[in-house]
């Protein structure tokens, strides 16, 4: 996954859900679009010398498996698009409660007395232990 510029988690959450749009749109009409174009070649298969229709044939295959490939291709950019949102979110969620321990102890330490400071060391100390 690589991005160019700013990101912001909006952004990536937008272009998530476009590619999921598309993915969604492409696997569900893979068969169709392939079909139509095999069905739209039978006539001038038909029409043709047996060497061009299977040429033809060999081209309509080629087409269908580029096709999946693509398919196959942004359903696993579409994994990616979607870890990396996760990713962002939890990153976001961790930031926050980091930020939220760190504010809660520096107005504790705000807070203190000269005098009261060797009982709150003491006091930190044992809670790490």
């Known amino acids: 996954?690589?991005?160019?510029?700013q990101v912001d988690y909006d952004?990536?959450?937008?272009?998530?859900?476009?590619?999921?749009t598309l993915n969604e749109s492409l696997s569900r009409r893979?068969?169709?679009l392939v079909g139509e174009l095999r069905n739209a070649a039978v006539p001038l298969?038909?029409?043709t010398d047996p060497g061009i229709a299977a040429k033809l044939r060999?081209?309509?295959?080629?087409?269908?498996?580029?096709?999946?490939?693509?398919?196959?291709?942004?359903?696993?950019?579409?994994d990616k698009y979607h870890k990396a949102v996760d990713l962002w979110r939890r990153y976001r969620e961790a930031a926050a409660a980091v930020r939220a321990f760190a504010d809660h102890h520096e107005t504790f330490l705000h807070a203190?007395?000269?005098n009261d400071a060797p009982e709150a060391a003491q006091a930190c100390l044992e809670q790490e232990a």
Not at 1 to 5: D, I, M, S, Y
């Open 58 to 78: 060999k081209e309509l295959d080629d087409a269908a498996a580029a096709y999946e490939h693509t398919c196959t291709n942004l359903t696993q950019l579409c």
């Open 11 to 20: 952004r990536l959450l937008k272009a998530t859900e476009k590619l999921e």
């Open 45 to 47: 298969e038909a029409s």
């Open 30 to 32: 893979s068969g169709e």
């Open 112 to 114: 203190l007395r000269p």
């Open 1 to 5: 996954l690589t991005v160019q510029g």
